[in-house]
């Protein structure tokens, strides 16, 4: 389990940001100008310098203005402060499931356990989405499936 805070994941976000801007030669005054209103420099300067909580409304007007996904946005985040935390699912009852969107899965896991794997298993982001991918869902709902259709029991 992680102890990474949420303090360290908006630094990260705001390094993310200034980033982004610095590597496409953009100033802040310009991107305030872009933004068409919507946001000043000095907000812009708590963005990055994460002086103040950026609300989900507000990650999504940023990703927009910096050209990318908030999930991108967030993504780039968690890499550069390594927060990686893994999801537990119970393999054996996810190689079980009859919930359709998670057949591609189900059949990855059967082959898991087949192999001898063990039926517990920690699903790091980049598991999660290339299942995501692979059961054509978002990272989000996949995650609320495997929690609710292969949930690790005490």
């Keep these: 389990m992680t102890t990474t805070d949420t303090g360290e994941l908006a630094h990260a976000v705001g ?17 305030a100008t872009w933004s068409d209103g919507q946001i000043t420099t000095r907000t812009l300067i708590t963005w990055e310098k994460a002086t ?15 050209q990318l996904r908030p999930s991108g946005l967030l993504a780039r985040a968690e890499r550069r402060i390594g927060w990686d935390p893994d999801l537990a699912v119970d393999l054996s009852a996810l190689a079980t499931t009859q919930h359709h969107a998670l057949h591609p899965v189900a059949r990855w896991a059967q082959d898991h356990l087949d192999a001898g794997g063990s039926p517990i298993r920690g699903l790091n982001t980049d598991t999660l989405a290339a299942m995501a991918d692979s059961c054509r869902l978002s990272i989000a709902r996949l995650t ?10 005490p």
């Design 15 to 31: 390094a993310e940001l200034q980033q982004q801007r610095e590597t496409r030669g953009w100033s802040r005054p310009a991107l």
């Design 52 to 66: 103040r909580s950026m609300s989900l409304r507000q990650l999504g007007t940023a990703a927009t203005l910096y």
């Design 144 to 153: 609320i499936l495997l929690s609710t259709e292969a949930p690790v029991r």
